[in-house]
């Protein structure tokens, strides 16, 4: 039984191209790299005010006080802050910035799914994901305190990848946890699914029905939201 579970994944392993080795093997790297320097950062820094300071704080809060007034109005200034507190466990700050760097680093690995749907190359998908993860302005996101804006690029392009394979539900999930980074956050999904509303209009009924009711279900959380 041991040698047949181990065989499928040694067969999995094998099945995997060279280009898409290589950009896990780059997510890994670049997510230990930066890990390290951004821990370094707050041990030498004693880096516990500011906004990652702040952002612990707000995340106990929500854990350890009941407070309607102050969890509506983190509701609508930012959802995830809500959703996210269970972070605040996990090793305090030290913990939230790993979980940080990681979730910066994998929107690498999403790039090269979609590059491999689009254009169908597995080198040119690789060096377009590789590109993200040297494009010089995220090395600011990557380096200072925590944000939950950082978490956008992740699910924002895991929602498009969800859609493009045709999990709706879940691209759904996806783009509203995008959104709701940050109050105006939200118009990026909205902005997304007005392309595809557009293109229901130009194509009139062939877009299939999936299609049509994702756009809808969409388009009515936004709004609520």
Not at 49 to 57: C, T
Not at 153 to 172: P, V
């Amino acid at each position: 039984m041991r040698f047949g579970f181990s065989h499928r994944i040694v067969l999995k392993f094998r099945s995997i191209s060279y280009p898409e080795l290589t950009v896990i093997a780059g997510v890994i790297l670049n997510s230990l790299v930066w890990c390290t320097i951004s821990l370094l950062r707050y041990y030498s820094m004693m880096d516990r005010v500011f906004d990652s300071g702040i952002i612990s704080l707000t995340l106990e809060y929500n854990l350890h006080y009941i407070n309607i007034p102050f969890i509506m109005y983190m509701a609508g200034f930012s959802l995830d802050r809500l959703l996210f507190s269970p972070l605040i466990l996990i090793d305090g700050i030290p913990g939230m910035l790993v979980i940080q760097e990681i979730a910066l680093s994998v929107p690498a690995y999403i790039i090269f799914k979609l590059a491999q749907l689009k254009i169908k190359d597995n080198v040119s998908s690789m060096l377009i994901s590789l590109s993200y993860l040297i494009y010089f302005p995220l090395a600011g996101a990557f380096y200072f305190d925590y944000h939950f804006q950082t978490f956008f690029i992740l699910f924002f392009l895991l929602g498009i990848y969800l859609f493009e394979t045709r999990h709706y539900k879940l691209s759904t999930l996806s783009l509203f946890l995008a959104g709701s980074v940050r109050f105006p956050f939200m118009i990026f999904p909205f902005l997304f699914v007005f392309l595809i509303f557009s293109k229901i209009v130009l194509n009139k009924g062939e877009i299939e029905y999936g299609v049509k009711k994702f756009a809808i279900l969409n388009t009515l959380i936004m709004g609520v939201f």
